[in-house]
């Protein structure tokens, strides 16, 4: 019976402790915008790992980060791999063309 015990309180330590080092997804406070044809989209908080794409059809695309948090510009609309080109850092605004889009990471 000792050794049962034993190994639950072992088992239930180790939830414990691997629980509290899981991480977490640090959320974005703010607003980005993104304008492009002459029509804002605003987005409260938007959410880490999300792209927020602009349409490659329409003019020039301009992103305002008015986040705590630096955005990655990206050259593909869905953001795919290999498409990071520059950032808008917190308060800034930028203007890329048509098909960029915005992600914020961890």
Known sequence: MRKISMSLATVAAVTALTTGLAPSAHAVTGTLYITQD?????????????????????????????????????SDPKCGPGSHVEYVRTGQTSTWPAGYAVIYAN
């Open 38 to 74: 002459g029509q804002t989209k605003t987005y409260p908080n938007p959410a880490i790992k999300t792209c927020f794409g602009s349409d490659p059809a329409k003019g020039q695309v301009t992103f305002a980060n008015k986040t705590d948090k630096l955005a990655f510009v990206m």
